[in-house]
């Protein structure tokens, strides 16, 4: 972090990024750097056993899937819910709006054992959908339905803004001219959405996939069934086998690292696309 | 606009109305209202007794000590990293806020996780804490780590913005005219930030007082000495002790209300100081 050429006009450089760095690196840059100076210790064949093991494999699976699909829920209620809180009026809208934020504030483990008991074959929801034949806890299906309740914020509070600063003048045009609601909507609307939802998206995926306390309990964590990965890595843990928690953990942290990085692209690719 | 088309959009405002408050309704006030009511199901005595209980009330306290701590933390990086990357210049700024952000990007499994490769029994860090005879994982010094970690980058990303978007101007002004850079800190930039460094603080503790995933890998399970109250929901829970585990759930759940409630005191004020304060999501 060299400063540059430019002498800085306002005073207490050094001291401000001292802080900084030093906090950054004894947090987190250190403590991040012990996944890869113990996986190094490892050797490749063991690594690539352990993060092939037909177990381990089904974990990726069955967490990329249901927060994919969770991900997908969120991006349709969440552009539906920004659209109602920013465009129409209704009765409690300002109650419904604080109501959002509550999956932030609420601990996932709470969260967790709630969705459970509401979703179990005798719980408010679950007995209802039992007699049709649907089980929700301890299935894939429980899983996606914590991981929408942790992720549904993160596409509305992305959308929300853009939708506030929309121009109308472009919808009222394509009014007079005689388009359809639903034309002006998917038109004009939702190109200007479309970034803002691609971040949300991407969040909520990103979170989803990494989420632990509210899964853990609604999972029910049986082996190629309903065992995410993060719950690998405790089991690994468990039985203090830290290598093999470390080896899991580094291929997570790549598939973070590219749904967050293939969201980047596809933002590029689509403002690229509408500048022309 | 005919009369039909109209007709149609008022319908289609009505369905989407509806749509959204039968969303919200089972997937955020049911689970509220389940915590309550299984909370109750036995009475109040047993809900009083389940919250007055000696490890409850341990747990209660470590968590208090964890966001406090957490809250400390993250108030000086965030106030030093935001002014940092919005008043100087320098190379890799980019590289800088990216790697504030990792802790937001990664599971809290794995958050939890990198704290024991450094101090736990194959850490490199062992003999240090070792020689200094100290204990970090499985202890409350884990605890309070993992708590600041995941919490790491919540208040600077509320005051980044802002500071953004208010410019180096009168900071430069100051400057020129001699004033230290506390000076100009305390008079110049402090007013500014306000209500977003007010925000970021009820986020960090919202986020730190629910930590489950880093201090789970970190605690050890300890009754009465490395229980968090979201760890002592999680024991009570798998011990089929329901009405305890819901009663305990229901003094988050009231935390969580109010934490809620403040927010949008803050978030309001915010809306009336400046108005260019973009939301986005945390």
Not at chain 1, 82 to 89: F, H, P
Not at chain 2, 267 to 279: F, I, L, P, S, T
Request: glycine share 6%.
């Amino acid at each position: 972090m060299k400063r540059s050429r430019r002498k800085q006009v306002i005073p207490g450089f050094g001291i401000s990024m001292g802080v900084t760095l030093t906090l950054l690196s004894l947090i987190v840059l250190i403590p991040m750097a012990s996944l890869v100076i113990n996986a190094s210790g490892v050797g490749f064949s063991t690594f690539w056993e352990t993060v092939t093991d037909k177990r381990v494999l089904s974990g990726y699976y069955v967490s990329l899937l249901c927060s994919f699909t969770a991900a997908v829920v969120n991006a349709v209620f969440g552009v539906i819910l920004a659209w109602v809180l920013v465009r129409y009026d209704f009765p409690f809208k300002r109650f419904i709006d604080g109501l959002i934020e509550l999956p932030f504030a609420l601990p996932t483990a709470v969260a967790g054992i709630a969705l459970t008991n509401l979703y179990s074959d005798k719980g408010m929801i679950g007995q209802f959908l039992d007699q049709i034949g649907i089980k929700v806890a301890y299935t894939r299906i429980g899983i996606i339905i914590a991981m929408i309740f942790i992720g549904i914020p993160f596409v509305v509070r992305t959308i929300q803004p853009v939708l506030e600063d929309l121009d109308s003048q472009y919808e009222e045009a394509a009014n007079v001219l005689g388009a359809s609601k639903a034309k002006i909507f998917f038109r004009i609307i939702f190109p200007e959405i479309r970034p803002a939802l691609l971040t949300g998206f991407g969040l909520a995926f990103a979170r989803a996939l990494g989420e632990y306390g509210s899964v853990v309990f609604i999972a029910g964590n049986m082996p190629f069934k309903t065992e995410i990965a993060p719950l690998l890595i405790m089991g690994k843990l468990e039985q203090f086998d830290y290598h093999g928690a470390n080896a899991i953990a580094l291929v997570m942290l790549a598939f973070a690292f590219l749904i967050l990085f293939a969201i980047n692209s596809l933002q590029i690719h689509y403002s690229k696309f509408t500048k022309q | 606009m005919n009369k039909t088309n109209k007709k149609e959009s008022k319908l289609v405002r009505n369905l989407l109305i509806l749509l959204s408050i039968i969303f919200l309704f089972i997937m955020l006030v049911m689970p509220l209202v389940v915590v309550l009511s299984e909370a109750l199901q036995k009475g109040f005595k047993l809900y009083i007794d389940a919250i007055q209980d000696k490890y409850t009330m341990k747990a209660l306290l470590l968590t208090v000590e964890a966001t406090v701590f957490a809250v400390i933390v993250n108030t000086v990086f965030g106030l030093f990293a935001a002014w940092s990357i919005t008043k100087y210049h320098f190379k890799r700024k980019r590289l800088l806020t990216v790697l504030i952000d990792i802790p937001f990007a990664i599971s809290p499994i794995i958050a939890g996780l990198v704290f024991i490769l450094t101090f736990g029994r194959i850490g490199w860090a062992k003999e240090i804490l070792d020689f200094l005879d100290m204990k970090i994982v499985f202890a409350v010094p884990g605890i309070i780590l993992g708590t600041i970690f995941v919490t790491f980058p919540f208040i600077s990303r509320e005051i980044i913005p802002v500071l953004q978007a208010q410019g180096n101007d009168q900071e430069e002004a100051a400057a020129i005219m001699g004033a230290s850079a506390f000076r100009i800190f305390r008079k110049v930039t402090f007013p500014q930030i306000k209500w977003a460094f007010l925000y970021g603080i009820v986020l960090c503790t919202a986020r730190a007082m629910g930590e489950f995933g880093a201090v789970s890998v970190l605690s050890g399970h300890l009754r009465g000495k490395t229980v968090t109250l979201p760890l002592q929901v999680e024991i009570l829970y798998s011990e089929f002790n329901f009405t305890a585990a819901f009663a305990v759930s229901s003094v988050l759940v009231i935390l969580a209300i109010i934490i809620l409630i403040i927010r949008n005191i803050i978030e309001h004020q915010m809306k009336k100081a400046g108005g260019n304060y973009v939301r986005k999501a945390s």
